[in-house]
């Protein structure tokens, strides 16, 4: 009965162990981005990561006041002119989303997007 219950120990303990490295190889990574928003455009203007990363962006709005802005994530973030602002945010959603700017900067404000790639 003893050498049973033994066995049966170390079969949990085994099935526990790779369980747990198993989670722990698929444990979120940190991306960190800087973004400067200047000119209708955001620099980098594509930003990648995984499913599950959690997503750090410094931006800075360089010539004006602008916004940073993502949907899907419900992001909406004001850019003070000459500010660093630190967006973070788990990327939970697979797709390609639009970054757009969310404050009206001028004539060429709607153009003003990027893309937020989550694989």
């Given amino acids: ?6 066995s049966l120990l170390l079969k949990v303990f085994l099935i526990g162990s790779i369980v747990l490295s198993i ?16 000119d209708y455009k955001f620099t980098p203007d594509t930003i990648t990561v995984n499913q ?3 997503v ?3 931006t800075i709005a360089v010539d004006k006041d602008h916004g940073f802005g993502i949907k899907a994530y419900d ?3 004001p850019l003070p002119k000459g500010k660093w602002v630190t967006i973070d945010f788990t990327a939970d959603k697979k797709g ?6 969310t404050k009206f900067c ?3 404000h ?3 997007t990027g893309t937020l790639i989550v694989k």
Avoid: P
Avoid at 1 to 6: A, I, K, L, P, Q
Avoid at 23 to 38: N, Q
Avoid at 96 to 101: A, D, N, Q, V
């Fill in 1 to 6: 009965m003893e050498r049973g219950v033994n």
């Fill in 23 to 38: 989670s722990l190889s698929k444990a979120e990574e940190v991306k960190t981005f800087e973004v400067k928003a200047e």
């Fill in 52 to 54: 599950g990363d959690k």
């Fill in 56 to 58: 750090i962006i410094k």
């Fill in 75 to 77: 992001i909406d973030q």
């Fill in 96 to 101: 390609e989303f639009t970054i757009r700017c």
């Fill in 106 to 108: 001028g004539w060429k």
């Fill in 110 to 112: 709607f153009l003003m």
